[in-house]
């Protein structure tokens, strides 16, 4: 699968195998029971986040994680959202510091 990341005026492909997201499950689903105790987005704290607002929680971690260079982190939030958004392509990335901005395509 290939994901196309818009952040700001940069635009990258991310391309997520489908066997990672199988041998990911376990993982995938301890992050829906960490989010599922809530999460902050953005300024705000979302008790019982909706599945779109876990997938910008996610998406806000993997501008993190590619802003650090850390692989293995963008690799895990970018098949997170992959597994939660079927049909996902592209994912416009926020970085004006409200996750809530961020959309998926």
Sequence with gaps: MLL???IGEYSMDME????YL???TDSFDKMDQDMSQGVQLGQQWV?????????QVAADKLLSAIENHNETLAMLTGGYIASHL????????????EP???EFH
Excluded: Y
Excluded at 16 to 19: F, G, K, L, S, T
Excluded at 47 to 55: D, N, V
């Design 4 to 6: 196309n990341l818009i």
């Design 16 to 19: 997520i195998q489908e066997n």
């Design 22 to 24: 199988e041998t990911m």
């Design 47 to 55: 008790e019982k986040p909706t599945q779109l607002q876990r997938c």
């Design 86 to 97: 079927s049909g996902i392509k592209q994912i416009k990335i926020n970085t004006d510091g």
């Design 100 to 102: 809530a901005g961020t």
